[in-house]
C-alpha cells in the first residue's frame, strides 16, 4: 500500500527539550509492506528525494494513536512510539483513507496479511527529474488504475488513450504546462470510459487561458479545480458538469462566470482573486426561428448521448460542440438572447470563498423569450 503526499516529521523529544525544531514538509511516498515474504513483521517506510533510502518504522506493537479529525480534508497524523516521531500527512482525502483504513488493519492483526495484499518492502529510486512526456500504450497496463498523479511536471498534453482508463477517478495533473498546448490536444477528454469515471481533475497552476467545451462531457466529475491560471472565460459547457460540487476558481482573471453554472448544484466555490467585470451590461439578441439543423441539435445534446467523430461527421461534431447553453440547459447555437446578469453565490451555495463581493456577473444566454424574462426576474 503506498500513499504519495506530503509529510512533516515532528520529533517529540524536541518539544520535551522545549527545542522546536521540526523538518520541513517534505514529498514523497508512505508505504506499508513486509521485508520479504517470509517474515510478516510490518513496517512503515517513509521515503523522499532528499531521504532516497527512506526511514523505516515498525508497525506492530508500535502505533501509540491515528489522528483522523481532519482526514475529510486530506489530514492526518500517524503517532510512532519508537523513534518519537509524529507523522504529519497531507494528501487528497480518498487515497489517505485507504492508507489509514489498511495501517488499522494491518496493526490490528485481526486480518490476515494476504488479505490485504501487503507487498514486500523495497524502497524505489525517486527520480528528480520532471516528466515532459507521458505515454499510454494501451489500458490493459492499468486495468485497475484509480488515481494517476502527475503533478509538479512539464506535461504539456496527454495522450489520447489516458481517456480509455476504465477505472480512473482521479486526475491530477497541477503545476504542469497544458496551458503552452492547442486546446485541440484535449481529445483524451472524448473518450467514453473517462467521462464516466471521472470524480477528480485538478488542473491548478498550468497556465491555461482557456478550457475546451468538452470539458462539460465529465459526467461522473464532482471536484474540479483550476486555480491559479490565467482564465479569462470558462466554456458555457460548465453547466452540463452535473456531479460536480466542489469548485476552485481562484486567483484567475475571470470577467463572468457561465449562465449555464445556475443551474448547478454546488456545496462549495472558490473565486476569489478574479476580477469580475463591472462594465456597463451588453446586451445581444438573435432570436429568430431556428434552423431545423439547430433544432435537431437541441433534442440531440438533452439525452446526453456520447458522441465523437467515429460515430458521426466531424463536422457535426465540431457543430455540437460549439453549443451555447441557456440558463435552462438547453443548448442553443446561431439563434439566442444574451445578456450578463448578476448574482448572489450565497444564495444557493453553503459555501463561498471570494475577495470583494459574492455578487458576481453571470453571462447569460437565453434560448427563448420565455427563458430571458423568467429568469431575468429570478435572478434580479
Not at 260 to 274: A, Q
Not at 342 to 356: A, E
Not at 361 to 380: E, G, I
Request: with cysteine; glycine share 4%.
Amino acid at each position: 500500500m503506498k500513499l504519495n503526499c506530503n509529510v512533516e516529521v515532528n520529533n517529540r523529544m524536541h518539544n520535551l527539550t522545549n527545542l522546536s525544531i521540526r523538518k520541513k514538509s517534505q514529498r514523497g511516498y508512505l508505504v506499508i509492506g513486509r521485508q520479504s515474504i517470509k517474515n510478516d513483521e510490518l513496517y512503515i517506510l517513509l521515503q523522499t528525494e532528499q531521504n532516497k533510502c527512506g526511514t523505516k518504522y515498525k508497525v506492530n506493537d508500535n502505533i501509540e494513536m491515528i489522528f483522523v479529525k481532519f482526514i475529510e480534508n486530506g489530514k492526518a497524523t500517524i503517532r510512532i512510539k519508537e523513534p518519537p516521531h509524529d507523522l504529519i500527512i497531507q494528501s487528497d482525502a480518498i487515497p489517505l483513507k485507504s492508507f489509514i483504513h489498511v495501517l488499522k488493519l494491518a496493526s490490528s492483526k485481526k486480518v490476515h496479511l494476504s488479505t490485504l495484499a501487503i507487498s514486500n518492502l523495497n524502497g524505489k529510486k525517486i527520480s528528480n527529474t520532471q516528466k515532459t512526456k507521458i505515454t499510454v500504450k494501451k489500458n490493459s497496463e492499468y486495468p485497475t488504475l484509480q488515481v494517476l498523479d502527475l503533478s509538479n511536471n512539464q506535461i504539456t498534453s496527454l495522450p489520447k488513450d489516458l481517456g480509455s482508463l476504465p477505472h480512473l477517478q482521479q486526475l491530477i495533473l497541477s503545476q504542469n504546462q497544458l496551458g503552452k498546448a492547442a486546446i485541440s490536444k484535449w481529445i483524451w477528454l472524448d473518450q467514453n470510459n473517462i467521462r464516466n469515471t471521472l470524480c477528480l481533475l485538478d488542473l491548478s497552476c498550468n497556465f491555461l487561458t482557456e478550457i475546451p467545451e468538452k470539458i462539460g462531457k465529465l459526467n461522473a466529475l464532482v471536484n474540479l479545480k483550476l486555480s491559479c491560471n490565467s482564465l479569462i472565460y470558462l466554456p458555457q459547457s460548465m453547466g452540463n458538469l452535473i456531479s460536480l460540487k466542489y469548485l476552485d476558481l481562484s486567483q484567475n482573471s475571470l470577467q463572468f462566470l457561465p449562465g449555464s453554472m445556475r443551474k448547478l448544484r454546488l456545496l462549495e466555490i472558490d473565486v476569489s482573486g478574479n476580477s469580475f467585470s463591472t462594465t456597463k451590461p451588453y446586451y445581444e439578441s438573435i432570436m429568430q426561428l431556428p434552423s431545423l439543423v439547430e433544432c435537431a441539435a437541441r433534442i440531440f445534446l438533452k439525452t446526453r448521448t456520447n458522441y465523437n467523430a467515429s460515430l458521426i461527421p466531424n463536422t457535426l461534431v465540431k457543430y455540437l460542440d460549439s453549443a451555447k447553453y441557456c440558463v435552462c440547459g438547453t443548448a442553443c447555437f446561431q439563434y439566442f438572447l444574451r445578456k450578463p446578469l448578476c448574482f448572489n453565490l450565497n444564495s444557493t451555495i453553503c459555501s463561498v470563498k471570494f475577495s470583494n463581493d459574492s455578487t458576481v456577473p453571470y453571462d447569460c444566454f437565453f434560448c427563448t423569450l420565455h427563458c430571458f424574462r423568467f429568469y431575468s426576474k429570478v435572478m434580479s
